[in-house]
């Protein structure tokens, strides 16, 4: 990611800041349209391959004000988007919380939640409509997926690229957590399994059988 000039965003701009202030409900309308210029200024300054992460992009209260920047000033541009298992999410938050004592402002498992589903209307309109890339965490990973993910998209996969997922990291979901959460939030476990390519292209198929019947 780095020949991308991926940290260029960062040390010139922080654009990280802009999502994760929108998340938030905050708006400034000057770090909102700085986007603009930012996203001219890779064009301009960096090399011909040049990419952006912004936390929270896709999340409603985020997409209304990015999407159509990025529509604008990068219509030609690749989306990838990472995602996990909601209630991995919930469960690395409440670890984070008991890690380091709880504090005024913590985010509940509902508000997590609810983070996760306000991003679903971003995300399946890119998968539709832009042909976006699907990065399933650390599933993709676990596989070796992620290899072929990483060639389709035109970067090259490294040794130092492997050395960045570490498995023993990695705290999976027991059969009883994944079932407790399903009961709770249904409709956010719903989500993340349509959201699954086997998934996909297996409901495409029964689709495409009902058509030539």
Partial sequence: ?????????YETWNINRVGSELSQGGYDKDHVEGVHTILKDYDKKS???HGIKVTHALQASCWKHLGPIFDQEWPDAQYIISIRHPALIVKAMQAVIYRNGPHEGDMTDQMV??????A????????INKNA?????PDDYQSGKIKSIVSNIGLKWTLEAEH???????????????????VLYPEAVKF?????PAKIVKSTKKRIKRIKK
């Avoid at 780095?2 to 965003?9: A, H, K, Q, S």
């Fill in 1 to 9: 990611m780095n020949d991308c000039n991926i940290e260029f965003g």
């Fill in 47 to 49: 090399k011909g391959a």
């Fill in 113 to 118: 939640v609810d983070s996760w589903m306000s």
């Fill in 120 to 127: 679903a209307e971003a995300t399946s309109y890119l998968l």
């Fill in 133 to 137: 890339t699907l990065v399933v965490y």
């Fill in 164 to 182: 960045l997922f570490d498995p023993n990291k990695f705290v999976a979901l027991t059969d009883a957590e994944i079932q407790s959460f399903s």
């Fill in 192 to 196: 993340f399994n349509d959201l699954i």
